[in-house]
Protein backbone atom coordinates (compact mmCIF):
# COMPACT_ATOMS: atom_id res chain seq x y z
CA UNK A 1 0.00 0.00 0.00
CA UNK A 2 1.24 3.45 -1.07
CA UNK A 3 2.45 5.35 2.36
CA UNK A 4 -0.45 7.64 1.59
CA UNK A 5 -3.01 5.86 1.47
CA UNK A 6 -1.82 4.05 4.82
CA UNK A 7 -2.25 7.58 6.80
CA UNK A 8 -5.46 8.10 5.21
CA UNK A 9 -6.62 5.07 6.36
CA UNK A 10 -4.99 5.46 9.42
CA UNK A 11 -6.82 9.08 9.91
CA UNK A 12 -10.27 7.70 9.06
CA UNK A 13 -9.62 4.44 11.32
CA UNK A 14 -9.30 7.01 14.61
CA UNK A 15 -11.60 9.66 13.69
CA UNK A 16 -14.03 8.77 15.67
CA UNK A 17 -11.95 7.55 18.55
CA UNK A 18 -12.34 9.21 21.62
CA UNK A 19 -8.51 9.32 22.69
CA UNK A 20 -8.24 7.42 25.93
CA UNK A 21 -5.90 8.66 28.57
CA UNK A 22 -4.95 12.51 30.11
CA UNK A 23 -3.21 15.19 28.51
CA UNK A 24 -0.01 15.85 31.27
CA UNK A 25 -0.96 18.24 33.69
CA UNK A 26 1.78 18.16 35.75
CA UNK A 27 3.37 20.68 33.45
CA UNK A 28 0.99 23.25 34.03
CA UNK A 29 0.98 24.95 30.43
CA UNK A 30 0.79 21.73 28.98
CA UNK A 31 -2.94 21.06 30.49
CA UNK A 32 -3.89 23.56 28.43
CA UNK A 33 -3.38 22.21 25.14
CA UNK A 34 -7.01 20.52 23.07
CA UNK A 35 -6.88 16.95 23.60
CA UNK A 36 -8.23 16.31 20.29
CA UNK A 37 -5.15 17.30 18.23
CA UNK A 38 -4.02 14.71 15.92
CA UNK A 39 -1.55 14.86 12.81
CA UNK A 40 0.86 12.58 11.63
CA UNK A 41 3.98 13.16 8.96
CA UNK A 42 5.98 11.05 7.49
CA UNK A 43 9.24 11.70 5.39
CA UNK A 44 10.77 8.83 3.56
CA UNK A 45 14.01 8.94 2.12
CA UNK A 46 13.69 9.61 -1.23
CA UNK A 47 12.60 13.12 0.20
CA UNK A 48 8.99 12.15 -0.22
CA UNK A 49 6.48 13.24 2.35
CA UNK A 50 3.09 12.60 3.18
CA UNK A 51 0.98 13.80 6.20
CA UNK A 52 -2.65 14.16 7.84
CA UNK A 53 -4.32 16.11 10.63
CA UNK A 54 -2.58 18.65 12.72
CA UNK A 55 0.83 18.05 11.38
CA UNK A 56 2.30 21.63 10.57
CA UNK A 57 1.55 22.79 14.02
CA UNK A 58 4.13 22.87 17.05
CA UNK A 59 3.58 21.59 19.71
CA UNK A 60 6.43 20.89 23.30
CA UNK A 61 8.57 18.32 21.97
CA UNK A 62 9.32 17.74 25.45
CA UNK A 63 11.22 14.44 25.80
CA UNK A 64 11.63 14.13 22.39
CA UNK A 65 14.66 16.81 22.42
CA UNK A 66 16.55 14.38 24.70
CA UNK A 67 17.43 12.42 21.40
CA UNK A 68 18.85 15.07 20.12
CA UNK A 69 21.04 16.34 23.27
CA UNK A 70 22.30 13.02 22.94
CA UNK A 71 23.56 12.95 19.55
CA UNK A 72 24.80 16.46 20.34
CA UNK A 73 26.80 15.00 23.43
CA UNK A 74 27.98 11.71 21.27
CA UNK A 75 29.52 13.79 18.45
CA UNK A 76 31.41 16.03 20.59
CA UNK A 77 32.92 13.97 23.26
CA UNK A 78 32.66 10.78 21.99
CA UNK A 79 32.57 7.49 24.22
CA UNK A 80 33.99 9.10 27.27
CA UNK A 81 30.08 9.59 27.63
CA UNK A 82 29.41 6.14 28.88
CA UNK A 83 31.42 6.64 31.60
CA UNK A 84 28.62 8.77 33.03
CA UNK A 85 25.26 7.20 31.76
CA UNK A 86 24.74 3.24 31.18
CA UNK A 87 22.86 2.03 28.21
CA UNK A 88 20.27 -0.61 29.88
CA UNK A 89 16.84 0.13 29.54
CA UNK A 90 15.73 1.06 33.02
CA UNK A 91 11.99 -0.59 33.50
CA UNK A 92 11.09 2.22 35.91
CA UNK A 93 8.96 5.32 34.63
CA UNK A 94 10.50 8.44 33.75
CA UNK A 95 11.27 10.95 36.53
CA UNK A 96 11.99 7.61 38.62
CA UNK A 97 14.76 7.96 41.59
CA UNK A 98 15.20 4.30 41.93
CA UNK A 99 17.91 1.96 40.70
CA UNK A 100 20.33 5.50 41.20
CA UNK A 101 21.51 4.45 44.58
CA UNK A 102 23.04 1.28 43.81
CA UNK A 103 24.17 1.82 40.22
CA UNK A 104 26.55 5.25 42.33
CA UNK A 105 25.21 7.73 40.38
CA UNK A 106 25.49 6.72 36.98
CA UNK A 107 21.31 6.89 35.13
CA UNK A 108 20.87 3.59 33.60
CA UNK A 109 20.22 5.61 29.99
CA UNK A 110 20.77 8.77 28.45
CA UNK A 111 16.47 8.39 27.95
CA UNK A 112 15.24 8.56 31.71
CA UNK A 113 15.37 12.24 33.41
CA UNK A 114 18.19 11.12 35.46
CA UNK A 115 20.41 9.96 32.34
CA UNK A 116 18.87 13.37 30.11
CA UNK A 117 20.38 15.27 33.13
CA UNK A 118 23.66 13.79 32.78
CA UNK A 119 23.97 14.81 29.16
CA UNK A 120 22.79 18.12 29.51
CA UNK A 121 25.65 18.46 32.44
CA UNK A 122 27.57 17.10 29.89
CA UNK A 123 26.54 19.64 26.87
CA UNK A 124 26.65 23.05 29.63
CA UNK A 125 30.24 21.67 30.61
CA UNK A 126 30.76 21.59 27.15
CA UNK A 127 29.67 24.39 25.18
CA UNK A 128 29.66 28.55 26.32
CA UNK A 129 26.29 28.63 25.35
CA UNK A 130 25.05 25.44 25.52
CA UNK A 131 21.23 26.86 24.61
CA UNK A 132 22.61 28.60 21.13
CA UNK A 133 24.47 25.04 20.02
CA UNK A 134 21.50 22.90 20.75
CA UNK A 135 19.54 25.28 18.54
CA UNK A 136 21.61 25.67 15.83
CA UNK A 137 22.10 21.90 15.53
CA UNK A 138 18.69 21.87 15.00
CA UNK A 139 18.40 24.44 12.49
CA UNK A 140 21.37 22.38 10.81
CA UNK A 141 19.01 19.63 10.28
CA UNK A 142 15.98 20.89 9.67
CA UNK A 143 17.00 24.14 7.67
CA UNK A 144 14.68 26.22 9.50
CA UNK A 145 15.71 28.41 11.94
CA UNK A 146 12.22 29.69 13.35
CA UNK A 147 12.45 26.71 15.65
CA UNK A 148 13.09 27.68 19.58
CA UNK A 149 12.46 27.38 22.95
CA UNK A 150 8.55 28.24 24.62
CA UNK A 151 10.03 30.66 27.41
CA UNK A 152 6.00 29.79 28.97
CA UNK A 153 6.64 26.43 28.91
CA UNK A 154 10.38 26.26 30.58
CA UNK A 155 9.16 28.58 33.00
CA UNK A 156 6.13 26.21 34.29
CA UNK A 157 8.16 23.26 34.20
CA UNK A 158 10.64 25.36 36.22
CA UNK A 159 7.99 26.37 38.75
CA UNK A 160 6.63 22.66 39.62
CA UNK A 161 9.76 20.66 38.57
CA UNK A 162 10.26 19.36 42.05
CA UNK A 163 11.61 15.91 40.67
CA UNK A 164 13.70 16.97 38.82
CA UNK A 165 15.15 19.37 41.28
CA UNK A 166 15.55 16.34 43.41
CA UNK A 167 17.16 13.89 40.54
CA UNK A 168 19.91 16.65 40.07
CA UNK A 169 20.81 17.21 43.38
CA UNK A 170 20.81 13.57 44.05
CA UNK A 171 23.35 12.57 41.13
CA UNK A 172 25.76 15.92 41.86
CA UNK A 173 26.13 14.17 45.52
CA UNK A 174 27.69 11.30 43.65
CA UNK A 175 29.37 13.76 41.63
CA UNK A 176 28.02 13.01 38.09
CA UNK A 177 27.01 16.78 37.34
CA UNK A 178 30.28 19.07 37.07
CA UNK A 179 28.21 21.99 36.99
CA UNK A 180 26.28 24.59 38.98
CA UNK A 181 22.37 22.27 39.37
CA UNK A 182 20.45 25.72 38.26
CA UNK A 183 22.52 25.86 34.97
CA UNK A 184 22.17 22.37 34.30
CA UNK A 185 18.57 22.29 34.94
CA UNK A 186 17.73 25.96 33.15
CA UNK A 187 19.29 24.05 30.15
CA UNK A 188 17.16 20.75 30.30
CA UNK A 189 13.75 22.51 31.38
CA UNK A 190 14.63 24.48 27.62
CA UNK A 191 14.99 21.86 25.55
CA UNK A 192 11.89 19.93 26.31
CA UNK A 193 10.42 23.40 25.53
CA UNK A 194 11.13 23.03 22.05
CA UNK A 195 8.48 23.49 19.89
CA UNK A 196 8.05 21.50 16.63
CA UNK A 197 5.59 20.25 14.59
CA UNK A 198 5.22 16.50 13.03
CA UNK A 199 6.82 17.96 9.75
CA UNK A 200 9.75 19.21 11.52
CA UNK A 201 10.19 16.78 13.91
CA UNK A 202 10.41 13.58 10.97
CA UNK A 203 12.43 15.97 8.65
CA UNK A 204 14.84 16.31 11.57
CA UNK A 205 15.08 12.38 12.48
CA UNK A 206 15.44 11.71 8.55
CA UNK A 207 19.59 11.28 9.84
CA UNK A 208 18.68 8.47 11.94
CA UNK A 209 17.04 7.14 9.11
CA UNK A 210 19.80 7.94 6.83
CA UNK A 211 23.07 6.36 8.56
CA UNK A 212 23.34 9.91 9.79
CA UNK A 213 23.15 12.33 6.74
CA UNK A 214 20.53 14.52 5.56
CA UNK A 215 18.70 13.64 1.92
CA UNK A 216 20.58 14.79 -1.13
CA UNK A 217 23.17 15.89 1.08
CA UNK A 218 26.88 14.59 1.59
CA UNK A 219 27.44 16.21 5.18
CA UNK A 220 27.74 13.29 7.56
CA UNK A 221 26.00 14.45 11.43
CA UNK A 222 26.41 11.74 12.94
CA UNK A 223 28.70 8.19 12.00
CA UNK A 224 26.86 4.68 10.88
CA UNK A 225 28.38 3.74 14.35
CA UNK A 226 26.93 6.41 16.04
CA UNK A 227 23.37 6.03 14.16
CA UNK A 228 23.34 2.31 15.05
CA UNK A 229 23.71 3.35 18.70
CA UNK A 230 21.61 5.92 18.83
CA UNK A 231 18.66 3.74 17.50
CA UNK A 232 19.57 0.99 19.35
CA UNK A 233 18.93 3.36 22.49
CA UNK A 234 15.43 4.25 20.95
CA UNK A 235 14.06 1.04 20.51
CA UNK A 236 15.58 -0.34 24.21
CA UNK A 237 15.06 2.68 26.37
CA UNK A 238 12.92 5.25 24.36
CA UNK A 239 9.50 4.67 26.03
CA UNK A 240 11.07 4.13 29.66
CA UNK A 241 8.65 1.37 31.10
CA UNK A 242 6.40 0.77 28.04
CA UNK A 243 9.77 0.27 25.42
CA UNK A 244 8.89 -3.57 25.67
CA UNK A 245 5.04 -3.11 24.55
CA UNK A 246 6.06 0.15 22.08
CA UNK A 247 8.70 -2.91 20.44
CA UNK A 248 5.89 -5.83 20.03
CA UNK A 249 3.33 -3.23 19.06
CA UNK A 250 4.90 -1.01 16.60
CA UNK A 251 8.55 -2.42 16.23
CA UNK A 252 10.46 0.66 15.38
CA UNK A 253 12.99 2.91 17.39
CA UNK A 254 11.27 5.85 18.80
CA UNK A 255 11.17 8.36 21.29
CA UNK A 256 8.08 9.78 22.98
CA UNK A 257 7.35 13.19 25.05
CA UNK A 258 4.80 13.90 27.58
CA UNK A 259 3.45 16.60 25.21
CA UNK A 260 1.94 14.07 23.40
CA UNK A 261 4.74 13.54 20.56
CA UNK A 262 5.70 10.36 19.10
CA UNK A 263 9.01 9.82 16.55
CA UNK A 264 9.70 6.93 15.13
CA UNK A 265 12.32 5.49 12.94
CA UNK A 266 12.42 2.69 10.18
CA UNK A 267 15.90 2.84 9.33
CA UNK A 268 16.63 3.18 5.59
CA UNK A 269 12.87 3.66 4.81
CA UNK A 270 11.59 6.79 6.56
CA UNK A 271 11.14 8.83 9.57
CA UNK A 272 7.70 9.87 10.87
CA UNK A 273 6.23 11.22 13.63
CA UNK A 274 2.88 11.32 15.53
CA UNK A 275 0.61 13.83 17.75
CA UNK A 276 -2.02 13.28 19.99
CA UNK A 277 -2.00 15.17 23.38
CA UNK A 278 -3.42 12.90 26.06
CA UNK A 279 -1.13 10.56 27.52
CA UNK A 280 -0.97 6.61 28.90
CA UNK A 281 -0.45 5.67 32.36
CA UNK A 282 3.16 5.46 31.25
CA UNK A 283 3.64 8.97 30.10
CA UNK A 284 3.20 8.03 26.49
CA UNK A 285 0.23 9.15 23.75
CA UNK A 286 -2.38 6.54 24.21
CA UNK A 287 -3.81 7.39 20.38
CA UNK A 288 0.37 7.73 19.00
CA UNK A 289 1.15 4.19 19.66
CA UNK A 290 -2.05 2.94 18.35
CA UNK A 291 -1.68 5.21 15.21
CA UNK A 292 2.26 3.88 14.51
CA UNK A 293 1.05 0.01 15.62
CA UNK A 294 -1.50 0.05 12.85
CA UNK A 295 1.45 2.15 10.39
CA UNK A 296 3.83 -0.97 10.62
CA UNK A 297 0.52 -3.57 10.44
CA UNK A 298 -0.46 -2.06 6.72
CA UNK A 299 2.77 -1.16 5.30
CA UNK A 300 3.52 -4.64 6.41
CA UNK A 301 7.33 -3.74 7.97
CA UNK A 302 8.80 -2.84 11.19
CA UNK A 303 12.15 -3.31 12.25
CA UNK A 304 11.57 -6.75 13.04
N1 LIG B 1 10.19 17.84 30.79
C1 LIG B 1 9.61 16.58 31.16
C2 LIG B 1 10.09 16.13 32.52
O1 LIG B 1 11.23 16.22 32.81
C3 LIG B 1 9.91 15.56 30.12
C4 LIG B 1 9.29 14.22 30.41
C5 LIG B 1 8.86 13.46 29.22
O2 LIG B 1 8.54 14.01 28.16
N2 LIG B 1 8.72 12.16 29.38
O3 LIG B 1 9.34 15.67 33.34
Given at each position: M??????????????????S?????????????P???????????????Y??????????????????????????????????????????????????????????????N????????????????P??????????????????F??????????????????????????????????????????????????????????Y?????????????????Q??????????????????????????????????????????????A???P????????????????R??????????
Amino acid sequence: MEYQTVLNQIQQEFSKVQPSGKVASYIPELAKVPPSKFGMHMYDIDGNNYHFGDSFERFSIQSISKVFTLSLAMKMVGDDLWNRVGVEPSGDPFNSLSQLENDSGIPRNPYINAGALVVADVLVSYFTNPKAALLAFLHEITGDTSIGFNETVAASEKAEGYRNFALVNYLKSFGNIENNVEDVLDFYFHQCSISMSCRELAQAFIIYANHGTLLNSEREFLTGRQVKRMNALMQTCGFYDEAGEFSFEVGLPGKSGVGGGIVAVNPNHYAVAVWSPPLNPKGNSALGMAALERLTTLTGYSIF
